[in-house]
C-alpha cells in the first residue's frame, strides 16, 4: 500500500516570502500526485496534479509542483505567498491507472501567512 | 465545472438512529465516488468505493454493515451510518472521480452522535 508523508506540519510566512512544502510518497510503482487545499471553513480544492510527461506542473493562484522520481518527492512551491494562502495544504497519491483507487493523503500542513 | 454537493451538511442524532448522506456530483457523471473521514485535525482516511451498480469496496477495518453504501445512479452515492454511536461522530467527505481520474471533493457533512 501507498504512504505520503507531508514534513512540516505547521509553517508560517510572512507575506511576499517564497514557500515550498514538501511532500513523500512510498509505492513501489506508478502513481498519479496531487495536492489539495483546504482553506478555513471551506471544502477541498484541487490545486494541481501530475499524471505522467513534464514533472514541472503548474496549477491554479500561481501554485507549482515538481515529481522528482528518483526522490519519490512532489514539493509544492510559490514564489510569493499571499495572506490569502492560509490554509490547509494536503498531498495525496494514487495508484496511476489504477481506475476506481481512492487517494491516500499525507497529514496535511498548516500554512499561516502573516500580513 | 466538477461540483460535488452534500447533504446534510451537518446532522445531530441520538445514539441507535441511522443517518444517511447523499452525495452528488452536479455537473458530471461519475461512475466512482469515494467516502472518506476526517478527524479533527487530522487528514482524510478512505472509507470505501463506491461504484455505480455495483457493490461497495470498503478498506480494511471499516465495517460494512455500520456504513453502508449505495450508488445508485451515475450522480449520486449515499452512505449510511446505522445504529450511529458516539464514536461515529466524525466530519464524513465524499468524492467523484471524472473520466480523468481526478476527484472532486464535496463539502463533507459533520455528524455529532449524542
Known amino acids: 500500500a501507498q504512504s505520503v508523508s507531508q514534513h512540516n506540519h505547521h509553517v508560517i510566512l510572512s507575506e511576499a516570502a517564497s514557500l515550498e512544502l514538501g511532500c513523500n510518497y512510498s509505492y513501489g510503482g506508478t502513481v498519479n500526485l496531487f495536492w489539495y487545499v483546504q482553506y478555513p471553513g471551506q471544502h477541498l480544492q484541487l490545486l494541481l496534479k501530475?499524471?505522467?510527461?513534464?514533472?514541472l506542473v503548474k496549477g491554479i493562484k500561481g501554485f507549482e509542483a515538481e515529481f522528482i522520481k528518483s526522490k519519490f518527492s512532489f514539493n509544492l512551491r510559490k514564489p510569493s505567498v499571499q495572506w490569502s494562502d492560509t490554509a490547509e495544504y494536503f498531498c495525496a497519491v494514487n495508484v496511476a491507472g489504477g481506475g476506481a483507487d481512492g487517494l491516500t493523503f499525507g497529514k496535511g500542513t498548516h500554512l499561516i501567512i502573516q500580513p | 465545472g466538477a461540483v460535488v454537493s452534500q447533504h446534510p451538511s451537518w446532522v445531530i442524532c441520538k445514539s441507535g438512529t441511522s443517518v444517511k448522506i447523499e452525495c452528488r456530483s452536479l455537473?458530471?457523471?461519475?461512475?466512482?465516488m469515494f467516502w472518506y473521514r476526517q478527524f479533527p485535525k487530522q487528514s482524510l482516511m478512505l472509507m470505501a468505493t463506491?461504484?455505480?451498480?455495483?457493490?461497495?469496496?470498503?478498506e480494511q477495518g471499516v465495517e460494512k454493515d455500520k456504513f453502508l453504501i449505495n450508488h445508485a445512479s451515475l450522480t449520486l452515492s449515499t452512505l449510511t451510518v446505522t445504529s450511529a454511536h458516539p464514536e461515529d461522530s466524525s466530519f464524513y467527505i465524499c468524492?467523484?472521480?471524472?473520466?480523468?481520474?481526478?476527484?472532486?471533493f464535496g463539502p463533507g457533512t459533520r455528524l455529532l452522535v449524542l
Open positions: 501530475y499524471f505522467s510527461g513534464d514533472p
Open positions: 468524492s467523484a472521480r471524472d473520466y480523468l481520474e481526478t476527484q472532486y
Open positions: 463506491s461504484n455505480e451498480g455495483s457493490k461497495a469496496t470498503y
Open positions: 455537473d458530471f457523471q461519475a461512475t466512482t
